[in-house]
């Protein structure tokens, strides 16, 4: 088995999809609207063939985030290179995307940063075992 996509609800379903097609190299596929749930989807499609599902419910309220909670907590986006890791994070904290855990090597071997999306996801962009 393997993971078919994950999904995200946000109030801006455009924002959040030109940042992942910015900054990931998301390719957008087209808007679906359901008119009868108020709802609008659109899936983005990354090079490894994973998926992100975007979803958008005009009823949507807000989330009340804490650091650490129980459920869902991060995506990954793997870079080729510790240098890609760094260079992507700096062009992003100079674009005023919070960076909340600069580059850093971790316990397990990994070479990362975490970033936060414009609704306030936790993403690592992340190189393996390096």
Known sequence: MKIAHVAIYTRDLKRLCEFYCRWFGGKAGSECDNAAKSASTCFLRFGSGAELELMNRQ?????????????FTHLAFEAETKREVET???QMRESGVPVINAPRET??????????DPDGNRVE???QRV
């Open 59 to 71: 009823e949507l309220g807000e989330t009340v985030r804490r650091e650490f909670a129980a459920g």
């Open 88 to 90: 992507l994070t700096a």
């Open 107 to 116: 316990e397990d071997g990994r070479f990362e940063s975490c970033i936060l």
């Open 125 to 127: 962009i992340v190189a």
